[in-house]
């Protein structure tokens, strides 16, 4: 299948996908079905109003029980895919295999069967940010035993749906996991240990990562398909000539400490990364840096373990660095490590939400990047989108849609290796530590309703056109808002 700006023009990009996702960690669903605690459950209840609104994620979209109504909306947009989440707390209660919460897989069970019957095909995230409290309490992402434990749980996912499933994602955005949990008060469990926290995470993910990999490779590759990893990796631009080297650094810390061990020749964290915060350990009095360093098995362990290359893109940054920077961060901490500054333009935005720009020039630059210094790894783009603050003609959510996907075309033009694209999402969800004030869906959610009543937006209606022809025409206007079923589907 393939898309194409318009009917005149067809890309040869091989089979590129179509589809989009939203996840079932939005439905936190607090003890429900047997689960236990996770790392989100235990913050929302115990320091509820540090959310927007005050709100939780205890129901949200309750996909647990409206399963069936979200698998007739992919059917509506004609999707090939659809991406989820597996919760860790969920399958297993105590955190390890010795007990499997059979509600809990029935649930996962349903969904799988009832996307397979309308040949959707599942694509299983193991880990989106729920660890287990028990397991945080244990030291979460900085204790190197979780190398183990997340390999038992990706075996236990393994064995009870890889019979049916045959795309994998080990981890959802690294970055996000290890800097703004561990390193910041951005996201769960807001451990704030700046400088330190961050680094010990990164290194025993990137770990465990590896160890779902080889877990796979080695028991389940010849029955099942493909694993891989999925970065959140936003542009960052250089604000003028004389920053280029600050931008490179920046793209460095940001989201290539993650890929450069597992994409690039050499494996391990960037050097840039290494040298400065090598150097500024050493003056701020360390016996040794303060970024763990691999053991050559190790750096051979984690080179190669992704068979493609899961991308998460929203928006562009400008990078500078001048002397204002110097004292501007805590120390040590990774933006005192990095030393860099960020603005975004004020033209860049759109609609009324500050929280995604509109910048798809930088989405053709990074994928140009992820080309060059990568020899070209297949790509899965596994998020994209824009928020809103809700309604159901979101204009801008549109415009954001095929501007993006035309600066994907354009990178895929120039030969980068795109296979697949994810809208990020099916519909509005739990939106971390905003809430429910960024709205990110296709289909819109009432959350006043007891029954999560979800309607269609316009995106919806342009996107399930440029599903149905694999064409992106800038001027087609959806002529109904009602939203059906194409045969075949």
Same mark, same amino acid.
């Given at each position: 299948?393939?898309?194409? !700006? ?11 996908? &179509? ?18 605690e996770n790392i989100w459950d ?20 309750? %996909? ?6 979200? #698998?007739?909306?992919? +059917? ?16 297993? *209660? ?11 897989? =029935?649930?996962?069970?349903?969904? &799988? ?33 979780? #190398? ?6 990706? !075996?236990?996912?393994? =064995?009870?749906?890889?019979? !049916? ?11 996000? #996991? ?10 769960? *469990? ?13 290194? @025993? ?7 779902? $990999? ?6 389940? +590759?010849?029955?099942?398909?493909? &694993? ?29 400490? $993650? ?52 991308? @998460? ?42 929280? &995604? ?20 790894? *297949? ?36 030969? %980068? ?21 960024? !709205? ?6 009432d959350y006043e309703s007891p ?26 206007? *959806? ?11």
């Amino acid at each position: 299948m393939l898309i194409a !700006r318009n009917s005149l023009r067809k890309v040869a990009c091989g089979k590129l996908l &179509i589809y989009s996702c939203d996840l079932e960690i939005r439905d936190l669903c607090q003890q429900m079905g047997g689960k236990a605690e996770n790392i989100w459950d235990h913050l929302t209840h115990t320091q509820p109003c540090i959310i927007k609104n005050c709100s939780n994620g205890d129901i949200a979209d309750d %996909s647990y029980h409206l399963y069936k109504r979200d #698998v007739e909306m992919m +059917r509506e947009l004609g999707l090939d895919f659809y991406r989820f989440s597996l919760s860790w707390s969920r399958i297993l *209660p105590t955190s390890f295999p010795d007990k499997i919460n059979e509600a809990g897989v =029935q649930y996962y069970n349903n969904l &799988i069967d009832e996307l397979l019957k309308y040949n959707i095909q599942p694509m299983i995230t193991l880990y989106h940010w729920d660890l287990p409290q028990k397991l945080q309490d244990m030291g979460g992402w900085t204790n190197p035993h979780i #190398v183990d434990w997340f390999g038992d749980y990706a !075996r236990t996912a393994f =064995q009870l749906f890889g019979d !049916r499933v045959k795309y994998w994602i080990t981890i959802n955005e690294p970055y996000q #996991v290890c800097n703004m949990g561990y390193g910041d008060v951005d996201l769960a *469990p807001m451990l704030n240990i700046k400088g330190l926290a961050e680094y010990m995470c990164a290194k @025993n993910l990137l770990l465990a990562h590896a160890r779902a $990999y080889h877990i796979y490779d080695e028991e389940f +590759r010849s029955e099942q398909g493909v &694993i891989f990893i999925s970065y959140s990796a936003q542009w960052y631009e250089p604000s003028s000539e004389n920053d280029t080297e600050a931008a490179n650094e920046h793209n460095d810390f940001q989201w290539g400490q $993650y890929t450069h061990p597992v994409f690039s020749v050499t494996g391990d964290f960037p050097p840039s990364m290494k040298k400065k915060i090598a150097a500024k350990s050493a003056a701020q009095g360390y016996p040794r840096s303060r970024l763990p360093e691999f053991t050559p098995e190790e750096i051979e362990y984690i080179r190669g373990s992704s068979d493609y290359f899961g991308l @998460n893109h929203y928006s562009t940054y400008l990078v500078y660095r001048n002397e204002s920077v110097y004292g501007y961060y805590e120390s040590p901490s990774f933006g005192d490590d990095l030393e860099t500054l960020t603005y975004r333009k004020s033209e860049w935005k759109i609609g009324e939400s500050d929280f &995604i720009k509109y910048v798809p020039w930088g989405f053709q630059k990074l994928l140009t990047k992820i080309r060059r210094d990568y020899n070209n790894p *297949p790509i899965y783009i596994t998020e994209n989108g824009f928020a809103t603050y809700g309604g159901l003609n979101d204009e801008d959510r549109v415009t954001y849609y095929k501007g993006y996907l035309n600066a994907m075309l354009d990178a895929i033009d120039d030969g %980068s290796d795109v296979r697949a694209y994810t809208a990020w999402s099916l519909m509005d969800n739990f939106e971390w530590m905003d809430g429910y004030t960024e !709205r990110f869906g296709l289909y819109e959610v009432d959350y006043e309703s007891p029954y999560r009543t979800r309607t269609p937006r316009k995106s919806a209606f342009v996107y399930k056109q440029i599903v149905r022809t694999r064409e992106l025409d800038w001027h087609y206007e *959806p002529d109904t808002d009602v939203m059906s079923i194409d045969e075949g589907h």
